[in-house]
T-cell receptor, first 112, second 111 residues
Framework: DVKVTQSSRYLVKRTGEKVFLECVQD?????MFWYRQDPGLGLRLIYF???????EKGDIPEGYSVSREKKERFSLILESASTNQTSMYLC???????????FGPGTRLTVL | GENVEQHPSTLSVQEGDSAVIKCTYS??????FPWYKQELGKGPQLIID?????GEKKDQRIAVTLNKTAKHFSLHITETQPEDSAVYFC??????????FGQGTTLQVKP
């Protein structure tokens, strides 16, 4: 079974802090994604990566950056956290671009 | 770009009844439509998908139908059980290879 793990289930940070959300997958998937989930808005794509050291902007990249130094690890970085980034963050991976996504359990981030 | 609208936002049914969730999409070039189920405290999980070369697909109590002309697709759950209670998301693959998700439907199955 594919397993996607996220470093924290819950995180509380202060406005202006730099925040790192880590995601690791154990099935050698090439593609990794970061989504944000908000009530009434569904899942919105922040960034994705189809290969190591490669990254592409999704639909809402503003205020975020990512890092993929190793195939199995994809990090989401909030350079200066703001209250409007309070949300559930979901990491996902897939084998091919049209293959289905395997999601991690999510990190609920609160920015005070 | 692709836009996916999902209805209803909440749905409450009695155990044993059927549940139907509907989605519409905007890009006629979209050809892949998955459905994900998110249980409380977990990430979404793929439950069924359909490609544009078929009109219907079934897997036990769940089925998905696709109407390409009208650009809408639906999830049907028959004989609902309490464990079907979850948030359901539809999605469509856009022309850049990204999945665009609907807003989600919270399904409650009352025993």
């Amino acid at each position: 079974d594919v397993k996607v793990t996220q470093s924290s289930r819950y995180l509380v940070k202060r406005t202006g802090e730099k925040v790192f959300l880590e995601c690791v997958q154990d099935m050698d998937h090439e593609n990794m994604f970061w989504y944000r989930q908000d009530p009434g808005l569904g899942l919105r794509l922040i960034y994705f990566s189809y290969d190591v050291k490669m990254k592409e902007k999704g639909d809402i990249p503003e205020g975020y950056s990512v890092s993929r130094e190793k195939k199995e690890r994809f990090s989401l970085i909030l350079e200066s956290a703001s209250t409007n980034q309070t949300s559930m963050y979901l990491c996902a991976s897939s084998l091919g671009q049209l293959e289905h996504l395997f999601f991690g359990p999510g990190t609920r981030l609160t920015v005070l | 770009g692709e836009n996916v609208e999902q209805h209803p936002s909440t749905l409450s049914v009695q155990e044993g009844d059927s549940a139907v969730i509907k989605c519409t999409y905007s890009d006629s070039a979209s050809n892949y439509f998955p459905w994900y189920k998110q249980e409380l405290g977990k990430g979404p999980q793929l439950i069924i998908d359909i490609r544009s070369n078929v009109g219907e697909k079934k897997d036990q109590r769940i089925a998905v139908t696709l109407n390409k002309t009208a650009k809408h697709f639906s999830l049907h759950i028959t004989e609902t059980q309490p464990e079907d209670s979850a948030v359901y998301f539809c999605a469509a693959l856009d022309n850049t290879g990204k999945l665009i998700f609907g807003q989600g439907t919270t399904l409650q199955v009352k025993p």
